[in-house]
């Protein structure tokens, strides 16, 4: 027996999609390759805290996942965790999609929520070596950091917004940016800015130094400017390069693609039958990637498969407020 909707991606857009399937009396599951659920944010932003979601003027990141989990909870969603859609097939009205254990799943309908697909950070190429003894590409909690010299790389949002959370733990926060101009939010930037961080530009971190062996630990780091080095302590360095982002098994789907994201028109609709996107994943003229955005992409998906799953449901049905 077929399912109705199967999501592919787990982050808020997927879990918020995966509630509004529940809402329009459809039968869904979810598939991530991560073991957690939440996407991006579990594994990456967990302690950030996010500013643009409606209805919360500062929520962290692992609050909004935990919520969003609890509401898709209403759902019943059947959960296929840490793996991946590898294959999708059509067989007359349903899609049956395969998994890279094995496992095939049919549905009637296919919601992509991968976010940016699987990602992987850029290297520090000083660091070659040190990852797990003092470098780190990502800041899940920051109380590890507490009482440390600690030295962040990176000019964009998450080296700012580490930065900012980090400089109240740590005994020191330096970032250090091969530009003298930044990719991150600018109130962001005028925070760290006035705070106690200190910001050194058009340098780079050239090596790190420590114990030898695999348990020794970081102890400091050279960090250079116009060709001249300098060494500071840092039991820690925060390596926020960004990432390199594969939409992997999905780009031989045959679904249209356009610069690594998946092309949708107004309904969510994908160039396959049966197969729709939402989320940071998808690209149409004016798209805007904000979580926010995601939701309402979601809602618009799910309401526009339900048609598909049964030509005589409506596209809306009506607001969840107006009860039963």
């Known amino acids: ?9 787990a982050g808020p ?30 594994a990456m932003y967990p ?38 859609a590898t294959t999708l097939r059509h067989e007359d009205d349903v899609v049956v999609v395969g998994l890279d254990d094995g496992t095939e799943i049919t549905t009637r309908t296919v919601l992509i929520t991968a976010g940016i697909g699987k990602f992987s950070p850029r290297p520090l190429p000083a660091g070659d070596g040190w990852l ?5 590409f990502f800041v899940p909690s920051f109380a590890p950091y507490a009482g440390k010299d600690v030295v962040i790389v990176g ?8 930065a900012l959370h980090l400089e109240p733990v740590a005994k020191s926060v330096t970032l250090v940016h091969r530009r003298d101009t930044f ?16 910001i050194i530009t058009r340098a780079e971190v050239t090596a790190l130094h420590g114990g030898s062996g695999p348990d020794g630990h970081l102890e400091s780091v050279e960090i250079t400017v116009g060709g001249e080095a300098s060494t500071r302590p840092a039991q820690a360095v925060v390596a926020a390069l960004g990432f390199v982002a594969d ?24 160039s396959l039958p049966r197969v729709f996107a939402a989320g940071d994943i998808t690209e149409y003229p004016g798209k805007v990637r904000l979580i926010a955005v995601g939701f309402g992409e979601a809602a618009t998906a799910v309401n526009n498969a339900a048609v598909v799953i049964d030509p005589s449901a409506h596209v809306f049905p009506g607001h969840s407020s107006e009860g039963t």
């Open 247 to 270: 939409l992997g098994p999905l780009q031989q789907w045959g679904i249209d693609v356009l610069k690594r994201h998946v092309v949708v028109d107004s309904a969510m609709r994908t």
């Open 183 to 198: 990719r991150a939010h600018q109130r962001t930037v005028q925070t760290v800015q006035e705070s106690a961080t200190e």
């Open 47 to 84: 302690e950030k805290q996010i500013l643009d979601v409606a209805g919360f003027p500062t929520v962290k990141g692992r609050e909004l996942v935990a919520g969003l989990v609890a509401q898709a909870a209403t759902a019943k969603p059947d959960y296929h965790l840490d793996r991946t």
């Open 1 to 9: 027996m077929p399912i109705d909707l199967l999501i592919i991606g």
């Open 132 to 136: 797990g003894r003092g470098l780190e």
């Open 155 to 162: 000019g964009g949002d998450s080296a700012f917004d580490w």
């Open 13 to 42: 857009t997927g879990l918020y999609a995966a509630y509004y399937a529940g809402f329009r009396g459809l039968r869904v599951a979810i598939v991530d390759s991560l073991p957690e659920l939440g996407g991006q944010i579990t």
